[in-house]
């Protein structure tokens, strides 16, 4: 009797360790994806950030087109 729960107890820890194993297994898998979701998603971030970038530089343009047009319509309106 001894020697059949030693055998049971021995089944219940080997397959204690076997899901143990499994789910870390499928854990570290999980991790992974989500590491590589993170770097399209800094990457994504960063493609903003050069978006950004090239928006300020239009307005900062489009700024200095208006100052340049609204001079050269003063001098414009002082030739009439």
């Known amino acids: 009797m001894e020697r059949h729960a030693q055998t049971i107890i ?7 360790l076997l899901w ?6 499928e854990l570290r898998e999980i991790v992974a994806r989500q590491d590589e979701r993170l770097v399209t998603l800094q990457r994504t971030v960063d ?3 050069v978006v950004r970038n090239d928006l300020s530089s239009l307005r900062d343009s489009v700024t200095t ?5 609204k001079f050269l319509e003063a001098q414009f309106q002082q030739r009439e």
Request: proline share 0%; glycine share 14%; net charge negative.
């Open 47 to 49: 493609g903003f950030g």
């Open 65 to 69: 087109n208006e100052s340049t047009l």
């Open 20 to 25: 143990a194993g499994s789910s870390l297994s």
């Open 10 to 16: 021995s089944l219940v820890i080997a397959s204690i």
